[in-house]
């Protein structure tokens, strides 16, 4: 049974941030016009990185929880380039994960606790059952994987004896021709020498 820090992170934040989605969880309007910290210079390209954030909010709760919104500033913020001047780091926007931390409660997954958001056994078994799907996932695309790996070498050695059949087929062509010229040259023989008694006559 594979557990939840038995898949990678990023492929778990991935599957719970399409099934935020799927479930209606919508962002805000203006969550498409800001950054996610002045350290960053535009806009994500991402247009679903809200429900990717709160999916990896989600996963930080599970493995530091309980943690407040400070804490995960810290951990999503970053080196701004300040051109000829030295970088420097700051936190990410504490108004988005806020507004993350609401999403996810309004789900049953996290709740308020004395020192920030911890995980509910209902965001637990969530996890749980993801870390499954995911794991499942990994599986199916290890055994294309494996078919894949098996058709390509099946092609390549295809193309292999393709080549062989025409490397013989082109030496086989040289053989015969060469073959030819030497019976040719046999017959050139008798005619040169009956010319020669000719002019010695």
């Not at 960053?40 to 990896?56: C, L, M, Q, T, Y």
Request: aromatic share 6%.
């Amino acid at each position: 049974m594979a557990g939840i820090f038995d898949v990678p992170a990023g492929r778990l934040i991935e599957e719970v941030a399409a099934d935020l989605k799927k479930q209606g969880v919508q962002a805000p309007g203006w969550m498409k016009y800001v950054k996610t910290g002045i350290s960053k210079e535009r806009v994500p390209n991402n247009k679903d990185w809200f429900h990717v954030r709160a999916g990896s909010i989600l996963y930080r709760v599970l493995k530091d929880g309980p943690v407040g919104t400070e804490s995960l500033r810290t951990y999503y913020g970053g080196r701004k380039n300040r051109g000829t001047k030295k970088e420097h780091f700051y936190k990410a926007s504490g108004k988005i994960i806020r507004v993350c931390l609401q999403a996810l409660e309004k789900q049953g997954w996290i709740k308020k606790d004395k020192k920030g958001r911890a995980l509910t056994p209902k965001g637990q078994s969530y996890l749980l059952k993801k870390a499954k799907e995911v794991s499942v996932l990994i599986e199916e695309d290890e055994k294309k994987g494996a078919i894949a790996k098996e058709e390509k070498k099946l092609r390549m050695l295809a193309a292999e004896e393709e080549a062989a059949h025409k490397a013989g087929d082109e030496l086989r062509r040289m053989e015969a021709a060469q073959k030819g010229k030497g019976k040719e040259k046999g017959r050139e023989k008798p005619e040169k020498k009956e010319k020669q008694e000719e002019t010695a006559a």
